[in-house]
């Protein structure tokens, strides 16, 4: 039988002339060698689509071939002839004898796997010529609002998306890919001792609470100042990256950590460095800065500095971030180092497009939407800390709320998880009394007052409390948290070691 002699059934040219990248003869062969064997398919490291075969008679072929297989039928073309009578493309190439020519020649199931590369690289080949010609025309159109900043990080968005071999669209999952993913989901969570699904915390309560860090999920750690969302932060930030390197040094079938980006847009790298080098050495911040250390002090934090070194935690401090710059630099990031989380500290600190800089709101309501873009597009959770109005302060019952969510309701809609971070012991604090006379002499009233206090204050001191107030995918309610304030950091009153497979302490 005669080799099939392919024509294009489209244009095959961009603007001047150029032909776009293609080879119709390599489509035509590696159709015929998944025609003669269907297992072909299934050893294929490179994931090719339907839409990455140039013609057009070739991606319905080939999609077919999927469905057939799909149903555990076999794809051949006597089980394909019946879908393709009617096709007008195939009676241009001789009808159902090109499907039958198709596997006429058997070369293509020499080298199956090199075939299905080149039909992908050609594939993405074109959608670069299409960004191409998509950043040339806006380029040329000046009649347009839109700013260069912002076509340069939608060029750059693209050009990611080619990356990631997504140009072409991401297609609509069946139920059965849905079901797939979260069976993995489930028998995640049942390998971490029952629980745990998602990236770890590190803190135990927490992750029993949410189950984890869940990729794509926006997170919004809101709280006054003082109260240590920073703090939790770097914690969280920490706990992930080492759960990460505690996977790649002892195995195992699932990962619960991540390399992980921390954009930190009010303090510097160092300061943040500091902050973290406190936290795990347990050495106070107010020593490390004033340099008044102990000689056990400076060996813990050496010990800590070793720990930290192969740390694959990222800081990005650079000020005054659009939303667009921002999702820029953790494409980026994703590119190089692969990271699984990012930490923006904090939202109200991003800036929007320019297009709602006149309205604070809008401006919030497109950077809350444009970080719930950025955990689906990159496939990872997003925590983006946030302040809260002043009406916390005014009340009586000092516990956040939902309304008290800084400028724009946007937020808590954005968001698929809400925590508030509260510590009583703050607010207590601030109420201390009068303190009594050391030599005695203060009257009954003030010392009666001041010890009441004192033994309110010791029955909360150290105490924290995560206030999950909005959780899409789970139960609301609180997180009881340990915090040491002298070196700022949260840990849980329980502890589990997700390397053994979730055995609590």
């Given at each position: 039988?005669?080799?099939?002699?392919?024509?294009?059934?489209?244009?095959n040219?961009?603007?001047?002339?150029?032909?776009l990248?293609?080879?119709?003869?390599?489509?035509?062969?590696?159709?015929?060698?998944?025609?003669i064997?269907?297992?072909?398919?299934?050893?294929?490291?490179?994931?090719?689509?339907?839409?990455?075969?140039?013609?057009?008679?070739?991606?319905?072929?080939?999609?077919?071939?999927l469905?057939?297989?799909?149903?555990?039928?076999?794809?051949?073309?006597?089980?394909?002839?019946?879908?393709?009578?009617?096709?007008e493309?195939l009676?241009?190439?001789?009808?159902?004898?090109y499907?039958?020519?198709?596997?006429?020649?058997?070369?293509?199931?020499?080298?199956?796997?090199?075939?299905?590369q080149?039909?992908?690289?050609?594939?993405l080949?074109?959608?670069?010529?299409?960004?191409g010609?998509?950043l040339?025309?806006?380029?040329?159109d000046?009649?347009?609002e839109?700013?260069?900043?912002?076509?340069?990080?939608?060029?750059?968005?693209?050009?990611?998306?080619?990356?990631?071999?997504?140009?072409?669209?991401?297609?609509?999952?069946?139920?059965?890919e849905?079901?797939?993913?979260?069976?993995?989901?489930?028998?995640?969570?049942?390998?971490?001792?029952?629980?745990?699904?998602?990236?770890?915390?590190?803190l135990?309560?927490?992750?029993?609470?949410?189950?984890?860090?869940?990729?794509?999920?926006?997170?919004?750690?809101?709280?006054?100042?003082?109260m240590?969302?920073?703090?939790?932060?770097?914690?969280?930030?920490?706990?992930?990256?080492?759960?990460?390197?505690?996977?790649?040094?002892?195995?195992?079938?699932?990962?619960?950590?991540?390399?992980?980006?921390?954009?930190?847009?009010?303090?510097?790298?160092?300061q943040?460095?500091?902050?973290i080098?406190?936290e795990?050495?347990?050495?106070?911040s107010e020593?490390?800065?004033s340099g008044?250390?102990?000689?056990?002090?400076?060996?813990r934090?050496?010990?800590?500095?070793?720990?930290?070194?192969?740390?694959p935690?990222?800081?990005?401090?650079?000020?005054?971030?659009?939303i667009?710059?921002?999702?820029t630099?953790?494409?980026?990031?994703k590119?190089?180092h692969?990271?699984?989380?990012?930490?923006?500290?904090?939202?109200?600190?991003?800036?929007?497009?320019?297009?709602?800089?006149?309205?604070?709101?809008?401006?919030?309501?497109?950077?809350?939407?444009?970080?719930?873009?950025?955990?689906?597009?990159?496939?990872?959770?997003?925590?983006?800390?946030?302040?809260?109005?002043?009406?916390?302060?005014?009340?009586?019952?000092?516990k956040?709320?939902?309304?008290?969510?800084?400028?724009?309701?946007?937020?808590?809609q954005?968001?698929?998880?809400?925590?508030?971070?509260?510590?009583?012991?703050?607010?207590?604090?601030?109420e201390?009394?009068?303190?009594?006379?050391?030599?005695?002499?203060?009257?009954?009233?003030?010392?009666?007052?001041?010890?009441?206090?004192?033994?309110?204050?010791?029955?909360?001191?150290?105490k924290?409390?995560?206030?999950?107030?909005?959780?899409?995918?789970?139960?609301?309610?609180?997180?009881?948290?340990?915090?040491?304030?002298?070196?700022?950091?949260?840990?849980?009153?329980?502890?589990?070691?997700?390397?053994?497979?979730?055995?609590?302490?």
């Amino acid at each position: 039988m005669a080799e099939p002699t392919p024509i294009s059934l489209v244009e095959n040219t961009a603007e001047g002339g150029r032909k776009l990248p293609s080879n119709l003869e390599a489509e035509a062969a590696f159709l015929g060698a998944v025609l003669i064997d269907n297992r072909v398919i299934e050893e294929l490291q490179t994931p090719i689509r339907p839409e990455h075969f140039f013609e057009p008679l070739h991606e319905r072929i080939y999609g077919r071939v999927l469905a057939l297989i799909e149903r555990n039928a076999t794809a051949s073309p006597v089980t394909l002839r019946p879908h393709f009578e009617a096709d007008e493309a195939l009676k241009e190439l001789g009808g159902p004898k090109y499907l039958a020519q198709l596997t006429a020649n058997g070369a293509g199931l020499l080298a199956p796997r090199e075939l299905a590369q080149q039909i992908y690289d050609l594939a993405l080949l074109r959608e670069l010529v299409s960004v191409g010609r998509g950043l040339v025309e806006d380029a040329l159109d000046t009649s347009e609002e839109t700013s260069p900043v912002d076509r340069i990080a939608q060029a750059e968005a693209d050009l990611y998306r080619v990356a990631e071999g997504a140009a072409t669209g991401k297609e609509a999952s069946s139920f059965r890919e849905a079901a797939l993913e979260a069976i993995k989901m489930v028998e995640a969570a049942m390998n971490s001792g029952g629980g745990l699904s998602g990236k770890t915390s590190g803190l135990a309560t927490l992750d029993q609470k949410t189950s984890g860090l869940h990729n794509s999920d926006l997170i919004i750690l809101a709280g006054r100042p003082g109260m240590g969302k920073t703090s939790l932060a770097t914690n969280i930030a920490f706990n992930c990256a080492e759960e990460y390197l505690k996977w790649q040094s002892d195995g195992g079938e699932h990962c619960y950590g991540a390399p992980t980006a921390f954009f930190s847009l009010e303090m510097s790298a160092d300061q943040l460095a500091t902050r973290i080098l406190a936290e795990q050495s347990e050495v106070s911040s107010e020593a490390l800065r004033s340099g008044t250390l102990t000689r056990d002090d400076f060996q813990r934090l050496s010990f800590a500095s070793q720990r930290l070194a192969e740390l694959p935690l990222y800081i990005d401090d650079t000020p005054g971030l659009t939303i667009g710059a921002l999702r820029t630099r953790a494409r980026r990031m994703k590119r190089r180092h692969d990271i699984g989380l990012i930490i923006i500290d904090y939202l109200q600190l991003l800036q929007g497009s320019g297009r709602a800089n006149d309205n604070r709101v809008n401006e919030i309501s497109e950077i809350s939407r444009g970080l719930k873009t950025l955990a689906k597009e990159l496939s990872v959770p997003v925590i983006a800390l946030s302040q809260l109005s002043r009406a916390v302060e005014q009340r009586e019952d000092k516990k956040p709320m939902l309304s008290d969510l800084r400028e724009s309701g946007s937020i808590e809609q954005d968001a698929d998880m809400v925590w508030f971070i509260y510590r009583g012991d703050y607010y207590k604090e601030a109420e201390r009394p009068e303190m009594p006379n050391p030599d005695g002499s203060s009257s009954m009233e003030v010392q009666e007052k001041y010890a009441q206090w004192e033994a309110e204050y010791l029955e909360i001191k150290n105490k924290a409390r995560l206030i999950v107030a909005k959780q899409r995918h789970g139960s609301t309610g609180d997180v009881q948290l340990h915090f040491q304030s002298e070196i700022t950091k949260f840990t849980s009153p329980v502890t589990r070691d997700y390397s053994s497979w979730g055995v609590d302490g």
